[in-house]
């Protein structure tokens, strides 16, 4: 059994562990979302490392991959799937753990995206997609609750303009529709990969105070994933 209050977790229960992931569009409002979450103590929150994605050894992959993603997408993909499967097996440090996406989502969602748009080769694709399967049927990625937070595609695009990421400078409104799109088919309408937890859709369009409100109220839910 757990309990919040005020931001403080009461857990009772030896042992049990619980594992959410935070999913939703790019610049869905994830960020804000786990900062929200991380100032409650027993949860640890960990952040997509798009800092490794921006500079590895001093390249930078997600900035290559939104300038040619045929020639690299690949490259960041691979990238992706090494820096997330190494966030999914580091060992707890709270009897909560809140994670941005996941080794998932990048296959489900954003390989996916770059083969189905055609700017991935087939032979890139099915690389990855044995790298991924392996890892999956191989390395336990413990998920008890999937947070979705459900954008509409131009919110998304609004909010990319004004963040004004320097590589996100060239993504078209229609690269965050077919992001949407595979997020509702994966997540909404389960029709084209396994979803693994259950999951709780949370409407993200609204503006900050409003967003801060719902999370407040769905704190409990959230909190209480594997009790
Ligand atoms: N990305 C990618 N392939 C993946 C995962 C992410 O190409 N498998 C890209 C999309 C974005 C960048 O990485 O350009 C960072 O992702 P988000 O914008 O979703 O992350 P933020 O932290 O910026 O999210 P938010 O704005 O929701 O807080």
Redesign the pocket.
């Given at each position: 059994m757990l309990s919040s209050s005020q931001g403080k977790l009461v857990r009772n229960g030896e042992g049990k562990k619980s594992v959410i992931w935070l999913e939703?569009n790019?610049?869905?409002?994830?960020?804000?979302c786990l900062e929200y979450f991380s100032k409650t103590s027993d949860i640890e929150v960990l952040?997509?490392p798009?800092s490794k994605?921006r500079n590895v050894q001093g390249c930078n992959p997600?900035g290559l991959?939104y300038q040619d993603p045929s020639r690299w997408g690949l490259t960041?993909?691979t990238y992706?799937q090494l820096t997330m499967l190494d966030r999914h097996v580091l060992p707890m440090a709270s009897p909560i753990r809140m994670m941005?996406?996941s080794i998932y989502s990048?296959k489900y969602i954003?390989v996916e995206n770059l083969y189905k748009s055609g700017k991935m080769p087939e032979v890139d694709f099915a690389v990855l997609s044995e790298w991924f399967e392996w890892i999956v049927k191989n390395i336990a990625i413990p998920v008890d609750l999937i947070v979705y937070l459900q954008t509409s595609p131009q919110t998304c695009y609004e909010?990319l303009k004004q963040r004004c990421r320097e590589?996100?400078k060239v993504i078209p409104l229609e690269y965050i529709e077919s992001i949407h799109n595979l997020y509702e088919d994966w997540l909404i309408h389960h029709k084209s990969f396994e979803v693994p937890a259950p999951v709780l859709v949370m409407p993200a369009d609204h503006d900050l105070k409003k967003m801060l409100h719902q999370f407040e109220e769905n704190r409990e839910k959230i909190l209480m994933a594997n009790c």
């Amino acid at each position: 059994m757990l309990s919040s209050s005020q931001g403080k977790l009461v857990r009772n229960g030896e042992g049990k562990k619980s594992v959410i992931w935070l999913e939703g569009n790019i610049a869905s409002g994830k960020t804000t979302c786990l900062e929200y979450f991380s100032k409650t103590s027993d949860i640890e929150v960990l952040t997509e490392p798009v800092s490794k994605w921006r500079n590895v050894q001093g390249c930078n992959p997600l900035g290559l991959m939104y300038q040619d993603p045929s020639r690299w997408g690949l490259t960041l993909q691979t990238y992706v799937q090494l820096t997330m499967l190494d966030r999914h097996v580091l060992p707890m440090a709270s009897p909560i753990r809140m994670m941005e996406r996941s080794i998932y989502s990048a296959k489900y969602i954003f390989v996916e995206n770059l083969y189905k748009s055609g700017k991935m080769p087939e032979v890139d694709f099915a690389v990855l997609s044995e790298w991924f399967e392996w890892i999956v049927k191989n390395i336990a990625i413990p998920v008890d609750l999937i947070v979705y937070l459900q954008t509409s595609p131009q919110t998304c695009y609004e909010r990319l303009k004004q963040r004004c990421r320097e590589e996100e400078k060239v993504i078209p409104l229609e690269y965050i529709e077919s992001i949407h799109n595979l997020y509702e088919d994966w997540l909404i309408h389960h029709k084209s990969f396994e979803v693994p937890a259950p999951v709780l859709v949370m409407p993200a369009d609204h503006d900050l105070k409003k967003m801060l409100h719902q999370f407040e109220e769905n704190r409990e839910k959230i909190l209480m994933a594997n009790c």
